[in-house]
């Protein structure tokens, strides 16, 4: 090749290399915001560089800084301040970033020559967090200290802690102090985040502080002893003797079909320990704090705690065993999610269904059937998590036998269910067959199959006997609209805050007798009932019993506090000069006691006693021209009335001495 065709070609590269690079840094020419921007679910200010990327997708590039500042809106004297500083690398966290947040209150206390006194108390939460392109790296520090009395306490302490690629490593040191709140975390961490050595808490439980410890080998707890501080008794002592032992036959080459698992896991050590196992129970508390902690320093994280503050991620781990699945596990598990999803469609569509509900009085067989669907969907509740765990890859790591040491609450041989009809409690038992020494998935698989049986035989005779039932939509509306109702007007009666026991009484007896015992009259008379315009016929009255409780329950609700208004304006002060004291002596007794409470108390007891809804109005409006009469009668001239009064004692004679 020639000089000149060289030059030429180099001319053209050097020409092709700076039209690239041209481009590329117009692409990504930086522009700089400043203004609203809600950070971590919090609306405030920031200032940050960004550009645009190919997609049209807006990239934060270089410092960050955004700050919010909140006053109460009602008296204005709590001040919320939030400030984050950090630096961004094409939209990841990166170097180190601050993080602080203050609570002030401020409470007035006086105002001298025009200089306001005030006392403060403020709370501040500061963060030191080190970043590399996204991922937690490097040293971290949390605190919160308290100002209060123009002082400032701490309310928490960490010793500086190292991140490595997410999780965290080395010694942790974490103080929490307070009145009310207040332990120590102290443990170590392997260079993956799994737990290690000896872990130290101490708390308050109860009233007793405890010091728990615990021992890991690489993730595996071993143990753990939760000591009385101030007796030194021992409160619990938990060893993981199986756990020991397998590690023991792991290390020795012994153990061949159980491994130890690649996966890490949260906080919570198992082995296949139910909750309510004592395994589970000794590691409750420590968790509950440690998982506080975390929350609070990863709170600005969101890949790892959500909007409620939840942990979705862990930065320290355990370690489990993984045990093989037999082939008749994986081919139990294969039909246990299918069948159980079709027992939960069945069983939910019945315990729903308001037909069997209104309908259940109408024989022994649908009042056992509404019984039986309640009680499976509480079961199904239970059983549900334990469906997820064997269907999911979660199985790996369970150890069956530990799982199954104490039974399973809802794989019983049988079950006794007890339901009321025609004024009686009676009683089936459903029974239930296994194969001896089944798996837990064979057990459970035959479970849900026996349960899906069961279920469908009984559906089945409710589908057939319902259909008669319920003629056109108007009886499913009209059924539907009952249940409603009655939902609604049992909540406003059994919500009722009374004032004295005697109001409680009139309100338990008025629901007893009209919402419950009448309302369960209709209801059996309704489900006897065969032709359409019938049973219509008995729905509206049903939905007016409903209708009038409600309207009437105001009413019922004024009857005690009017009567104590009353009371109180029935009496008067008087001046003893023989002892110079002042006291309250009733005014007109003998109107007031011998004829108003007299004729209030049987009127009460009527209603009390009352079992026909319809005369509730009337019950209420005896009371309330009572009432109205007792207040017209204060401040008239009433020495005739209470003459007549003295020679009656009859209802009949005092409601005529008061006109009633």
Do not use: C
């Not at 609203?36 to 934060?60: K, L, M, Q, W």
């Not at 007793?208 to 890991?216: A, I, P």
């Not at 093989?324 to 598990?333: A, F, L, M, Y």
């Amino acid at each position: 090749m020639n000089s000149f065709m060289f030059r030429l070609l180099k001319a053209s590269l050097s020409l092709f290399f700076i039209l690239v690079i041209s481009h590329h840094l117009t692409a990504q020419q930086r522009d700089r915001y400043e203004g609203e921007y809600t950070y971590n679910n919090e609306d405030g200010t920031a200032v940050f560089s960004f550009y645009e990327g190919r997609d049209g997708e807006i990239i934060i590039d270089g410092s960050f800084n955004f700050s919010k500042r909140t006053i109460d809106t009602v008296d204005r004297t709590v001040l919320n301040k939030l400030n984050v500083i950090g630096r961004y690398i094409e939209n990841q966290k990166d170097g180190v970033w601050r993080y602080d947040n203050e609570t002030h209150r401020v409470e007035l206390r006086d105002v001298v020559d025009f200089e306001v006194i005030t006392d403060l108390e403020s709370e501040d939460y500061e963060l030191t967090a080190e970043y590399q392109k996204g991922i937690l790296q490097g040293t971290w520090q949390y605190r919160e200290n308290k100002f209060e009395r123009n002082r400032i306490e701490p309310l928490f302490r960490s010793e500086p802690f190292t991140f490595q690629n997410n999780k965290i490593v080395g010694n942790i040191s974490f103080e929490q102090f307070g009145d009310y709140l207040s332990y120590n975390i102290n443990g170590r961490l392997n260079n993956q985040g799994v737990m290690v050595g000896e872990w130290e808490f101490t708390y308050m439980e109860d009233t007793v502080y405890v010091r728990e410890t615990r021992r890991y080998e690489d993730g595996f707890l071993l143990g753990i002893r939760r000591t009385n501080i101030d007796t030194r008794e021992v409160i619990q002592e938990v060893i993981y003797y199986d756990i020991i032992n397998r590690l023991d036959r792991i290390n020795q080459g012994e153990e061949t079909e159980i491994g130890i698992a690649e996966e890490r896991f949260g906080l919570e050590f198992s082995d296949g320990y139910r909750e309510g196992f004592q395994e589970m129970q000794g590691q409750a508390l420590g968790n509950e704090f440690l998982r506080h902690v975390l929350s609070r320093i990863l709170q600005y994280d969101e890949g790892f705690v959500n909007e409620d503050g939840e942990l979705i991620q862990y930065p320290i781990h355990t370690r489990r065993f993984e045990y093989p699945v037999s082939k008749e596990d994986r081919n139990n598990i294969g039909e246990i999610g299918e069948v159980f999803e079709n027992l939960r469609e069945e069983i939910e569509g019945f315990s729903t269904m308001n037909a069997l509900a209104i309908n259940r009085f109408r024989d022994d067989s649908l009042a056992f059937a509404y019984e039986y669907y309640q009680r499976r969907d509480s079961t199904l509740n239970q059983l549900e998590p334990i469906v997820e765990m064997l269907t999911s890859d979660q199985i790996r790591f369970i150890n069956q036998e530990n799982f199954t040491r104490e039974g399973l609450p809802f794989l019983l041989e049988s079950d006794t269910i007890r339901y009321d009809y025609s004024e009686e409690v009676r009683e089936k038992v459903v029974e239930y067959s296994y194969e001896e020494d089944a798996s837990l998935t064979s057990r459970v698989l035959s479970y849900i199959q026996q349960e899906l049986e069961k279920s469908s035989q009984i559906g089945g005779y409710i589908t057939s006997e319902l259909e008669v039932l319920e003629q056109t939509d108007d009886l499913a509306t009209l059924e539907a609209r009952i249940l409603e109702r009655k939902a609604e007007v049992d909540s406003i009666y059994l919500n009722h805050e009374a004032i004295s026991d005697r109001d409680l009484q009139m309100f338990e007896s008025v629901y007893s007798n009209i919402l419950q015992s009448e309302f369960n009259r209709m209801s059996q008379s309704y489900s006897e009932l065969d032709t359409y315009l019938d049973r219509m016929q008995k729905g509206e009255v049903i939905l007016d019993l409903i209708n009038e409780m409600q309207e009437q329950f105001d009413r019922l609700a004024a009857v005690y506090p009017t009567i104590a208004d009353i009371d109180e304006l029935y009496q008067e002060e008087t001046f003893n000069p023989f002892t110079y004291t002042r006291y309250n002596v009733r005014a007109k007794e003998r109107l007031f006691d011998n004829g108003g409470m007299v004729l209030f108390i049987h009127y009460v007891r009527q209603l009390e006693q009352e079992e026909d809804y319809t005369q509730i109005k009337s019950h209420l409006d005896n009371i309330e021209r009572l009432q109205e009469r007792l207040i017209e009668l204060r401040d008239q001239d009433t020495r005739r009335i209470e003459r007549r009064l003295g020679r009656r004692t009859s209802i009949n004679r005092i409601e005529a001495a008061l006109d009633l």
